[in-house]
């Protein structure tokens, strides 16, 4: 993860394993999702792919610019929703086709969520 520290409007970059799903990222009291958020390709050869178009096993770089907050320590919590927000009826259908594939039951049947601190720093 780069970088652990920022001031508002820094852009955070996250190594992600196995993510599923739809994004969001949530820090102090503030949700962002899909528009506000950018998945690239951890492989630099297929960095070009457009995020809503890479393979659901692919390692990821999820990127986020940190919100307008004041000074402090918070927890990120990056929650990997099975499909898109707001969409109930695409998320069953896609959990669906998941659970009848058992070779997927690893990635799907985990935690749907992962923290990590980040400390952000006074505007100078």
């Known amino acids: 993860m780069s970088p652990v520290e920022g001031t508002p409007g820094t852009s955070v970059s996250?190594?992600?394993?196995?993510?599923?799903?739809w994004p969001r990222v949530e820090?102090?009291?503030?949700?962002m999702d899909w528009p506000q958020l950018k998945l690239l390709a951890a492989n630099?050869?297929?960095?070009e792919v457009p995020g809503e178009e890479l393979v659901w096993i692919e390692d990821k770089i999820l990127q986020f610019t940190i919100p307008d907050l004041?000074?402090?320590?918070?927890t990120v919590?990056?929650?990997?929703?099975?499909g898109p927000p707001g969409d109930?009826?695409?998320?069953?259908?896609?959990?669906t086709?998941?659970?009848?594939?058992?070779?997927?039951?690893?990635?799907?049947?985990?935690?749907n969520q992962t923290?990590?601190?980040?400390?952000?720093l006074p505007v100078q």
């Not at 630099?44 to 960095?47: A, I, L």
């Not at 998941?98 to 985990?110: A, D, E, K």
Request: glycine fraction near 8%; proline fraction near 11%; aromatic fraction near 18%.
């Open 97 to 111: 086709a998941y659970v009848i594939f058992p070779p997927v039951w690893p990635y799907v049947f985990r935690s």
């Open 27 to 31: 820090i102090g009291g503030k949700m």
């Open 44 to 47: 630099p050869d297929r960095r």
């Open 70 to 74: 004041p000074p402090g320590n918070y």
């Open 14 to 21: 996250l190594s992600m394993e196995y993510l599923v799903g």
């Open 115 to 120: 923290q990590f601190d980040l400390r952000v």
């Open 77 to 82: 919590t990056i929650h990997d929703d099975k």
């Open 88 to 95: 109930t009826f695409y998320s069953v259908l896609e959990t």
